[in-house]
């Protein structure tokens, strides 16, 4: 991913304003370390930190049109680029960047053309002509984008909050899904797919159409000129994605010019369930495997870092946000620049535990589209600042726009959690990959239960996290915490520690009302709280305090699922105590 800056309409083209935004844009050069870029026409500017992916050698950034009256800097990754580019024959092309279809889009097409590209993207365009301009965001806010406004009726975009917070008098989130248009003077959603509705919706559940979509998302993600790479849990939604890009990897341009030998990367306490996990996915499947270890030390020796990059106090982002912040050092020092990742999968299946508690279908699926919709201030916003941090690229299949579309056009019914078919969470998503003649996992794999990312490391990173803001901050502290902070009000002490860290690096207000907040269990809805009455006092985020599955160290399951009937696993639960104390 790289990182973008634009100042438009600022009223001062000076040389003196022109120092300033690149000295704001090289706050964003973790994110670009390979090129900087900058184009200035009049009193607007647009700069750019590149991280090389695709054409490293010519494709930097801004970019323009032929005649370079439009200009464009994007962070993103496009991969229908080669056939757009056939749709616009007519035009000629400086690079072989997959960004580098946009400005001529925006020629043929005007502001229409966003749904055009299929990918993850957050780019400004200005139009010299009119001296308009528009700036989007990809449809679910896999690249992160904040917009701000100044006192002499500038506006501001960047691809993180640190590029405007100290010259802004007000920033936001930039929506995913929409478009600023300067012609318009605010934002339209160019993202309307059928489930955005929230409507229940009533397609048969196939499993080999789930199966092909979620492929298709995999390999078209395999769009690189530069080596790359696995991050390999050894869940389900990292092993998948593991074992459909080994199955495809090879005959394809990145095989050719890396090898068809795929590269994966682990971490977590010594111990911990996800490397022993992760170790044995990666030897089922033949992958070159990396796996780091950290300590608790480490970890907390790194939140300061942590919390600027990722721009947020949320207590369950920043917890999970930290191991990911260390291995994408670790990955970056190895030489690979991009790794392919399993987030959005639970958003999309109602993979967290606490879905087990769905009163109905209804509920099931209107919680999924609301979690989906805030995916931008969670993971989201994880998996792409903590690997930017480093100038690591994360892809997500998951997200494909495609593939959300057949998820979510499921009806609900299937992917609800049903003890008494044997149904576990995810369901839907394990059957549509239980291949008997040629199985891409081991079944024990195909039906390991759901960890929280940050538990997954190592049961003891999450007390030791604790502990540590207990030695920090008093109870004298908590008790004004509500005066200190009446916005969000920290309820633990470890939240209180984050906020105090966030406060110092963003002070301003815009900043504090950038993170959510309320009654929540594992990021969820307020309504979702209502499921189950002891949830409401519950202080701890996480999904293991809430449902009390997580409070002993993981056993793997010793009885491997029966898959007869075309139910999955037959009496998986009456097998599993750990599911039982869940849903029981």
């Known amino acids: 991913m790289c990182g973008i800056l634009a100042v438009l309409g600022c009223s001062d083209d000076s040389q003196a304003k022109r120092v300033r935004v690149l000295e704001l844009s090289r ?11 900058i184009y200035q026409f009049g009193d607007c ?3 750019h930190q590149r991280l090389a ?5 010519s494709g930097d950034q801004p970019l323009y049109n032929e005649d ?3 200009i464009v800097t994007v962070n993103g990754e496009i991969y229908n680029h080669e056939e757009l580019r056939k749709q616009l024959s007519n035009h000629k092309f400086r690079t072989g960047s997959d960004c580098d279809v946009i400005a001529h889009l925006y020629e043929e097409h005007g502001e229409d053309f966003i749904d055009m590209l299929d990918g993850v993207f957050s780019f400004v365009l200005l139009d010299t002509r009119d001296n308009s301009f528009i700036a989007a965001r990809d449809a679910i806010g896999v690249t992160p984008l904040y917009i701000g406004w100044g006192l002499d009726g500038s506006v501001w975009i960047s691809s993180e909050m640190k ?26 959603r160019w993202y309307n797919p059928p489930w955005y509705s929230e409507s229940i919706p009533s397609v048969p559940y196939d499993p080999l159409a789930l199966r092909k979509a979620f492929e298709k998302a995999v390999i078209k993600r395999l769009m690189t000129d ?4 696995v991050l390999l849990s050894g869940g389900l939604d990292s092993s998948l994605v593991a074992a459909v890009t080994a199955r495809h990897l090879a005959g394809t341009k990145a095989a050719k010019q890396w090898g068809n030998k795929l590269h994966s990367f682990c971490v977590g306490l010594e111990g911990s369930p996800d490397l022993k996990a992760a170790k044995e996915v990666a030897d089922y499947l033949g992958t070159v495997h990396h796996e780091f270890h950290f300590t608790v030390q480490d970890g907390i020796d790194a939140i300061e870092d942590v919390i600027y990059h990722i721009e947020t106090y949320d207590v369950t982002t920043i917890r999970a946000s930290t191991p990911m912040f260390l291995i994408s050092r670790k990955i970056k020092a190895l030489g690979v620049k991009m790794v392919i990742s399993g987030e959005g999968s639970d958003e999309i299946f109602g993979g967290y535990l606490y879905f087990h508690k769905a009163p109905n279908k209804e509920e099931f699926h209107r919680e999924t589209c609301h979690k989906i919709k805030a995916l931008h201030q969670y993971d989201c916003l994880r998996a792409n600042k903590a690997t930017s941090a480093w100038g690591l690229e994360a892809r997500v299949p998951f997200l494909d726009k495609e593939f959300i579309n057949v998820a979510m056009s499921i009806d609900p019914e299937a992917k609800m959690i049903q003890r008494d078919l044997g149904r576990i969470e995810k369901w839907v998503l394990r059957k549509a990959f239980n291949d008997e003649e040629n199985p891409y996992l081991p079944k024990h794999i195909l039906y390991r239960q759901k960890e929280q990312f940050s538990d997954g490391v190592g049961y003891s990173w999450i007390d030791g996290l604790k502990a540590h803001a207990a030695e920090h901050v008093t109870d004298k502290m908590m008790l004004n915490a509500k005066k200190i902070y009446p916005h969000n009000t920290p309820t633990t002490k470890e939240a209180y520690n984050y906020r105090m860290i966030f406060e110092r ?16 269990v594992a990021c969820s809805t307020a309504k979702a709280v209502e499921w189950d009455s002891q949830w409401l006092n519950n202080l701890d985020p996480s999904g293991r305090a809430a449902l009390g599955v997580h409070d002993a160290a993981y056993e793997q399951q010793q009885v491997l699922p029966s898959l007869s009937a075309g139910h999955g696993p037959a009496d998986i639960t009456s097998k599993n105590p750990r599911m039982l104390e869940v849903t029981g």
């Open 505 to 520: 690096f963003f002070p301003q207000n815009s900043a504090r009302l950038s993170v959510p907040g309320g009654p929540s």
């Open 53 to 57: 992916i695709i054409d490293p050698a």
């Open 45 to 47: 500017f647009l700069a």
């Open 27 to 37: 706050r964003l050069k973790h994110r670009g370390p390979d090129w900087s870029g």
């Open 68 to 70: 370079k009256t439009i």
């Open 226 to 229: 530069v080596p790359f790479g």
């Open 163 to 188: 590029g405007l917070n100290d010259d802004c008098e007000h920033f936001e989130l930039f929506p995913p899904g929409h478009l600023y248009s300067s012609k318009e003077g605010g934002f339209k």
